[in-house]
Nanobody, 123 residues
Framework: QVQLVESGGGLVQAGGSLRLSCVLV?????????MGWYRQAPGKQRELVASISSGGRINYADSVKGRFAISRDNSKNALYLQMNSLNAEDTAVYYC????????????????WGQGTQVTVSS
C-alpha cells in the first residue's frame, strides 16, 4: 500500500514563500510514477497545482505559473513544491498524489493521496 506524507505548510504573509515536501513512506513505485500536487480551498473543488511525470515533464496550473516550482528526488522518494509570491488565493489544503502510470494529466489518474497540509496566506 502506498502511503504519502506531506509537510511544510503553515501561515505566511502575502508575498512570502513556502516549500512543501511529500515523502513516500511505504510502497516502492515512486520513480516509475507521475506525481502531482493538488489543492482544495474552502467551498471549492480540488484542483491541480502542478504535476511531474516519471521522466520529468512538468505541467502547472495557469494560476501558479512563474511562482511555483515542482521537483522530485527519486533517490529520496520525495516530491517538492516551492511556492513563491504567495497570495490569499493560494490559501488551501495541499495534497500530493501518486499516479498509476508514468504520466498523469487528470485527477482520476492518481491512485494514492497524502493527508494534506494547510497553507494559509494572510493579506
Amino acid at each position: 500500500q502506498v502511503q504519502l506524507v506531506e509537510s511544510g505548510g503553515g501561515l505566511v504573509q502575502a508575498g512570502g514563500s513556502l516549500r512543501l515536501s511529500c515523502v513516500l513512506v511505504s510502497g516502492n513505485i515512486f520513480r516509475f510514477n507521475a506525481m502531482g500536487w493538488y489543492r482544495q480551498a474552502p467551498g471549492k473543488q480540488r484542483e491541480l497545482v502542478a504535476s511531474i511525470s516519471s521522466g520529468g515533464r512538468i505541467n502547472y496550473a495557469d494560476s501558479v505559473k512563474g511562482r511555483f516550482a515542482i521537483s522530485r528526488d527519486n533517490s529520496k522518494n520525495a516530491l517538492y513544491l516551492q511556492m513563491n509570491s504567495l497570495n490569499a488565493e493560494d490559501t488551501a489544503v495541499y495534497y500530493c498524489a501518486a499516479g498509476f502510470l508514468a504520466v498523469a494529466t487528470t485527477e482520476d489518474q492518481y491512485h494514492s493521496w497524502g493527508q494534506g497540509t494547510q497553507v494559509t496566506v494572510s493579506s
